[in-house]
DNA sequence: CGCTAAACGAGAATCATTACTAATTGAGTA
DNA sequence: TACTCAATTAGTAATGATTCTCGTTTAGCG
């Protein structure tokens, strides 16, 4: 059959694929969406809820096309990789940033960090030997909106005299 | 048979297996031998490089009560657990610090940090509504001991105008 | 078109971690 | 010293995440 309503048109014209091309890769399809799903999160996704983004738009990809490309894109620093408590997470911003765990809900919040990143790095460069080439700073607390829930349960309780309230795991 | 040679005296006396014990839980040797390897570490040990250390005192031990004690003692605050691109890793100094992860040889050493901590710390909790409870800080980058090595292959290479050095993986 | 390397999909293989269960052990008490 | 009960253990099965293998498909280029 003829080209029509081809999906994947022609090769990619993003800066991305050129640079790809360039070197004799490519920014296939499922690679483009993959790449798309992660950028377009904020929740820093596990590989697996990735698959499942990708597989709305291509349900034949494989869950090894994806955790393949995930970390094709990390090399190609398209993307980042992070392993954490909750295990291997991807993050699409790649601009120097913290981040804040939430101990009670688990989700993981972008900080602006960076300013103070400067000074702690320093810091270590000039008390160890060390070549310091970067560094990940981690926050661990109780987002807002937990914050809220617990307050509102706690008052609850004491309304209600009852025990201490279950936290819930992520 | 009668308690002839019984490798585990009377009951421990260490300050840790008295506050347990006032709790109804047992510093038993399995436990003990297990507390004793990742603090006797500073490589922050995986828990199968735990296991394997434990087993050289105790060789019918099992590795699930390798996982469960780790996981026990990092419960009780004892000892600390760390989630990092190299999976699940123990450390037995539990004073507040820092990291460094060569990222030629994959070695993890523990840098003094905790002075610039409270800043990083109060600047997020300033930014956000966020309730910081705990941060990690972890630096990246080449330890002492792998800079030497390759300014040395780097010279080699120069001697013998050959192309660029091959990094090894941890 | 036809070629070649890059990339894919499917499923097997591996590895770390957890869950389960019957047996053992420790600490207090009769 | 013997008894009892809960804590803890060894051994092993189960789970879940990640990687590997391999036959097939596809992109880009002559």
Redesign the interface.
């Known amino acids: 059959m003829p080209s029509l309503l081809r999906s994947s048109g022609r090769s990619e014209s993003s800066a991305a694929a050129q640079s790809l091309r360039a070197r004799g890769l490519r920014l296939t399809r499922p690679r483009r969406l993959i790449l798309d799903a992660v950028q377009a999160s904020t929740a820093h996704p596990s590989a697996s809820a990735v698959y499942r983004q990708v597989r709305r738009r291509l349900p034949r990809v494989s869950l090894a096309t994806v955790y393949r490309n995930l970390r094709f894109l990390a090399a190609e620093g398209l993307l980042r990789e992070r ?3 909750s ?1 291997l997470r991807f993050d699409g911003n790649t601009r120097p940033h ?1 981040h ?1 765990t ?2 009670r809900c688990g989700r993981i ?1 972008d ?3 960076g ?2 990143g400067g ?3 320093a ?2 460069a000039a ?18 909106e937990c ?1 809220r829930r617990a307050r509102r349960s706690l008052t609850t309780r004491q309304r209600r005299s009852h025990g201490r309230a279950k936290p819930q795991g992520q």
Chains 1, 2 share one sequence.
Do not use: M, N, S
């Open positions: 392993a954490g408590a295990g913290d804040f939430c101990v919040y900080v602006p960090g300013g103070a000074g702690v790095r810091r270590l008390t160890t030997g060390f070549e310091v080439l970067d560094h990940r700073i981690e926050f661990f607390g109780r987002c807002g914050r």
